[in-house]
């Protein structure tokens, strides 16, 4: 985890090197690339939350199955401080659905 003066620093680095094209570039694409992965965990974290109100769970029945806290299964569902395609598979799991490989990331299945 960065530090503010680290993050304070690092903007300051990038704003800078915005004028070359090349870096730009290869910045944005960066950008974009890492949004691509959080945007299928969001997919799916939005379906494995409509489940679990379909099955009329709470946070702490998602939780007493995964072993966890109830604050861990809100950070989950919010998306914070990471989750890990293991988590993931737990939840589902836990829902009684199985995550489904597909070849585009865009449109990840549960079933």
């Avoid at 290869?26 to 945007?39: I, K, L």
């Avoid at 379906?47 to 299964?73: G, M, P």
């Avoid at 737990?90 to 449109?107: E, I």
């Amino acid at each position: 985890m960065r530090t503010n003066t680290e993050s304070s620093f690092i903007d300051e680095l990038i704003q800078e090197n915005m004028a070359d094209t090349e870096f730009k570039a290869a910045y944005e694409a960066e950008v974009a690339a890492e949004q691509e992965p959080r945007q299928a965990t969001q997919q799916i974290i939005h379906a494995l939350v409509s489940r679990r109100k379909q099955l009329r769970w709470t946070q702490r029945d998602v939780a007493a199955k995964l072993q966890v806290s109830q604050a861990r299964v809100a950070q989950i569902e919010k998306l914070k401080d990471g989750v890990s395609a293991q988590m993931l598979v737990r939840y589902s799991r836990a829902l009684g659905l199985s995550l489904v490989p597909t070849d585009d990331l865009h449109s990840p299945s549960l079933r």
